[in-house]
């Protein structure tokens, strides 16, 4: 069984940062796109940023310089490093990572970590 799972998320004031990590694990033969969503309760999710097998990142406008996604292939890992963080980065981070595993291509997503932004 192929799973995603988040960690790093916490409560820090305005200015801290953390870094966020999302590991697979199971059986995975390719790992493809990897990207990190946040949703506030009652609110729509939202795409932070993302990066593909190229290492090529995208980023949401309001994340832009503070933020950075990078990948370890080696550790099936996706991190997001939140520096400068604002109380309206306050959401539950949620990890999806694109892969071939042996029932084929997959799209799975973690249960998410909550951030708390908050003096």
């Known amino acids: 069984q192929v799973q995603v799972v988040e960690s790093g998320g916490g409560l820090v004031q305005p200015g801290e940062s953390l870094r966020l990590s999302c590991a697979a694990s199971?059986?995975?033969?390719?790992?493809?796109?990897m990207r990190w969503q946040r949703q506030v309760p009652g609110g729509k999710r939202e795409s932070v940023a993302s990066?593909?097998?190229?290492?090529?990142?995208t980023y949401m406008d309001s994340v832009k310089g503070r933020f950075t996604i990078s990948r370890d292939d080696a550790k099936n890992t996706v991190y997001l490093q939140m520096n400068s963080l604002q109380p309206e980065d306050t959401a539950v981070y949620y990890c999806?990572?694109?892969?071939?595993?042996?029932?084929?291509?997959?799209?799975?997503w973690g249960q998410g970590t909550q951030v708390t932004v908050s003096s």
């Open positions: 999806g990572q694109d892969m071939t595993t042996r029932y084929g291509f997959q799209q799975i």
């Open positions: 990066i593909s097998a190229n290492n090529d990142t």
């Open positions: 199971g059986t995975i033969f390719r790992i493809y796109h």
